[in-house]
């Protein structure tokens, strides 16, 4: 044993010998070129190379640094035998990622590829306005050499497609709202966001059945179709215009939509918007994969070209007649004149101009009461793809009810009960969220329930056989200065485009869901 320690001890003493012989021989500059010319040429033996992704970049965090991360987690969470664990702000899901100095492999087309996420200490604390992080982490990639040109551009824009992926599916979706008026937060932003956890589905909208149908799988083509909008030269964008009484579930539906698709909401106030400049502002700041909503559209501007634009329904009236140039939609080259008012030129660029495709896959949805109020060249194909009427609750639309609030299925009733309440429903012309209050009223006693409902529902239809049917019109006052405001439209559009007025958007009840030119410029080119 003596002995052993005997020669470890000379050994080590000839390697101090060495040391201190190269470090005679070659002084600290002579030592960092040999090092770099060992390293060239270990480099040009090795079959692989390496890159570096380091987490911050300059004084900038790598985006590329966080996608890795968020991609590996994907594959480390099945895999990896220690893992870090992460819960990003605003997020409901916990994230696994790579610890410190650990190695994980991926294949993507066949190539394997080696990860390491590498973590050492930061030595020098160079100057920065803002403080870094004490260690400095990144992830090295090794390819084969062979490979690296096959894959790598590929292979990168995949993570970090994947990334943005997880990313939305771990992310709570936001709900944004401009109600600061035009001032921004500390980082510039208009928008102000709280988490969105509205709990309307498709599952639990009591709409006809094809009609939910119809609107999920345009959703679906929609949110599919970037490689028809770019073959197409379209961009990549989709309007739905919401109209019906008040009621009827317009809002519920915006919700399922964002619910369904994993989108966020932006809900324009326009009352707050100051100009078209602020409008467009407001556009620019949106993300891909939204929706940009805009309720009451009717009330917050007036968008035709009415007399009683300075009139007083209570809302602001911000567009001013004698600046609106034409109706088809060639308003979006006008000036304003003014640049304290949101015209409806504005509008019609912030839907349809040329900044509307700052972002993509962006859905605008607007809703009204009224949709008679509204100017034709909003409604379009191209700006408003699809009108889907909310009409009062239908027979099938009452069954998703029952099955919502009291947890009958169809089977669940008696045939006496479901026949009387199809023969009352329509008649009775009650909206979903009035049935709704009747239910919620007795869910403790579904039996109570269902009787009180039936009684409301004749209750109602009776009044409505009585009044001549419900057109959810207040007093004989209201309905004919309506009529006469509608004439003075229809007149006015008439002699600014004729050729509008053929194709005028006179949308009656019958007028369910109108599907825009997309669809069916989809359809053909499928
Ligand atoms: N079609 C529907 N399916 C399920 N629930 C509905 C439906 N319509 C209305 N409701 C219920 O009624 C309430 C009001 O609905 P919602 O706010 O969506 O109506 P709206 O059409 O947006 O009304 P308004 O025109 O006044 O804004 C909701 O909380 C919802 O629970
Ligand atoms: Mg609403």
Not at 83 to 108: E, K, M, Q
Not at 123 to 138: A, H, I, L, N, V
Not at 158 to 171: L, T, Y
Not at 398 to 416: K, Q, S, T, V
Request: glycine content about 6%; overall charge negative.
């Amino acid at each position: 044993m003596k002995e052993y320690w005997t020669s470890l001890a000379s050994l080590l003493g000839v390697l101090a010998f060495f040391q201190s012989l190269l470090q005679v021989i070659f002084p600290p500059e002579l030592r960092f070129a040999f090092l770099k010319l060992f390293n060239r040429i270990f480099n040009v033996f090795s079959t692989y190379c390496y890159f570096d992704i380091t987490e911050i970049d300059g004084v900038n965090t790598n985006e590329l640094y966080n996608a890795v991360q968020l991609y590996l987690s994907s594959s480390a969470s099945i895999s990896g035998s220690r893992l870090s664990l992460t819960r990003a702000l605003n997020s409901s899901a916990i994230t696994f990622g790579l610890s410190n100095n650990d190695c994980i492999y991926d294949s993507f087309n066949g190539v394997t590829v080696l990860w390491e996420h590498v973590v050492a200490p930061r030595q020098t604390q160079t100057f920065s306005w803002r403080p870094m992080p004490e260690e400095k982490r990144g992830f090295t990639l090794r390819i084969r050499k062979k490979d690296k040109s096959v894959i790598l551009d590929l292979y990168l824009d995949f993570i970090m497609e994947k990334a943005n992926d997880i990313r939305r599916k771990n992310q709570d979706r936001l709900l944004y709202t401009n109600s600061r008026g035009g001032s921004l937060d500390s980082r510039g932003h208009p928008w102000e966001s709280v988490p969105f956890k509205h709990p309307s589905t498709f599952e639990t909208l009591a709409i006809d059945p094809g009609k939910k149908m119809e609107i999920m799988e345009d959703l679906i083509n929609f949110a599919n179709g970037q490689s028809f909008y770019q073959k197409t030269g379209r961009a990549w964008k989709r309007g739905y215009l919401l109209y019906g009484p008040p009621g009827t579930g317009k809002s519920s539906m915006i919700a399922a939509m964002a619910n369904y698709l994993g989108y966020d909401i932006y809900d324009l106030e326009l009352t707050e918007v100051h100009n078209n400049s602020e409008l467009r502002k407001l556009l620019m700041k949106t993300s891909s994969k939204s929706i940009i909503v805009i309720e009451d559209i009717d009330c917050s501007i007036s968008l035709s070209n009415r007399k009683k634009s300075n009139g007083g329904s209570g809302s602001r009236n911000y567009y001013v007649p004698e600046m609106r140039c034409g109706g088809s939609g060639s308003g979006s080259n006008c000036e304003d004149g003014n640049n304290n008012s949101i015209t409806l030129s504005g509008l019609l660029n912030f839907t349809d101009g040329l900044w509307s495709c700052c972002g993509s896959e962006r859905i605008f949805v607007f809703t009204t009461n009224h949709i008679k109020k509204l100017d034709p060249a909003l409604l379009r194909s191209g700006r408003m793809d699809m009108h889907i009427f909310m009409n009062f609750c239908s027979y099938p639309a009452l069954l998703i009810l029952l099955r919502n609030y009291l947890g009958y299925e169809e089977c669940d009733l008696e045939e006496e009960i479901l026949k009387e309440l199809e023969l009352v429903v329509d008649k009775a012309e009650m909206t979903p969220a009035d049935i709704s209050e009747v239910l919620i009223k007795n869910k403790r006693n579904t039996e109570k329930a269902v009787r009180e409902l039936l009684e409301a529902l004749k209750i109602k239809a009776e009044r409505n056989v009585k009044n001549g049917g419900n057109r959810q019109k207040k007093n004989s006052d209201e309905i004919e200065d309506e009529e006469e405001e509608e004439e003075e439209e229809q007149e006015k559009r008439a002699l600014e485009s004729p050729e509008e007025e053929e194709g005028s958007d006179d949308f009656d009840e019958e007028d369910t869901c109108k599907k825009g030119g997309i669809q069916e410029e989809e359809e053909k080119i499928k």
